[in-house]
């Protein structure tokens, strides 16, 4: 079992940046293929990034490529989602899960744990 804390949400101007964390205790990140969502008022919760267990291949959203970048640190047991050139659509609360499964996966669903979220607001 692993517990999952989101930290590092908060509110940024159309074209800046944040940095997303997850910190994970229980178990080690590179245990799980790690993933990060996302959720604005009214909508699904939706596919951001992942990053799989084994080989940390990594897989994104087309809303997100190219601009926000999911890593992870085994000696700190984090993950991170670097997110640059933001935009307002990309406000929403952001959730860090993670999936045993040892392929990328997109579906809220194939994740078992989840941490509370952390807002991200972007204003235009």
């Known amino acids: 079992q692993v517990q999952l804390v989101e930290s590092g949400g908060g509110l940024v101007q159309a074209g800046g940046s944040l940095r997303l964390s997850c910190a994970a205790s229980g178990r080690t990140v590179s245990s799980y293929t790690m993933g990060w969502f996302r959720q604005a008022p009214g909508k699904e919760r939706e596919f951001v990034a992942t990053i799989v267990r084994n080989d940390a291949i990594t897989y994104y959203a087309d809303s997100v490529k190219g601009r926000f970048t999911i890593t992870r640190d085994n000696a700190k047991n984090t993950v991170y989602l670097q997110m640059n050139s933001l935009k307002p659509e990309d406000a929403a609360a952001y959730y860090c899960?993670?999936?045993?499964?040892?392929?990328?996966?997109?579906?809220?669903?194939?994740?078992?744990?989840w941490g509370q979220g952390t807002q991200v607001t972007v204003s235009s």
């Open positions: 899960a993670a999936a045993n499964t040892a392929a990328y996966a997109t579906t809220p669903t194939l994740y078992y744990y």
